[in-house]
């Protein structure tokens, strides 16, 4: 499953420049797929949705830091826990009960996004 960052969100930003995935952002920062990961132009994700990787996308939260559930494996085939989690000053890093995945899927995810 993914992690979701919580509304006590206190804005530090700790958990960003530990994502191996850059699936973390700034609130009312654009992302895109291709951001920290080997994915360009055209692709179709793991989950069936077709994608432009280059594509600008519109922020998750305009207030506080968000995670794309898209790009997000918890670490797997990283580290042993989400990072996000393990710097987060106040544990509002925690798991999205509205993005179940298995481990399998989660390190599928991991190696399309990152094949090099």
């Given at each position: 499953m993914a992690i979701i960052i919580t509304d006590e969100c206190i804005n530090c930003g700790a958990c960003e420049p530990e994502c191996p995935n850059t699936a973390i952002y700034e609130g009312a920062d654009d992302w895109r797929y291709a951001d920290g990961t080997d994915l360009s132009g055209n692709v179709v994700l793991p989950n069936g949705k077709a994608v432009n990787a280059?594509?600008?996308?519109?922020?998750?939260?305009?207030?506080?830091?968000?995670?794309?559930?898209?790009?997000c494996t918890e670490c797997k085939g990283f580290h042993e826990e989400p990072q996000c989690a393990a710097v987060c000053p106040v544990d509002c890093c925690v798991p999205d009960d509205d993005h179940v995945?298995?481990?399998?899927?989660?390190?599928?995810?991991?190696?399309?996004?990152?094949?090099?």
């Open positions: 280059e594509e600008v996308q519109e922020p998750v939260s305009d207030e506080i830091y968000y995670i794309v559930p898209d790009k995945e298995s481990e399998e899927t989660l390190l599928a995810k991991q190696a399309f996004m990152h094949h090099d």
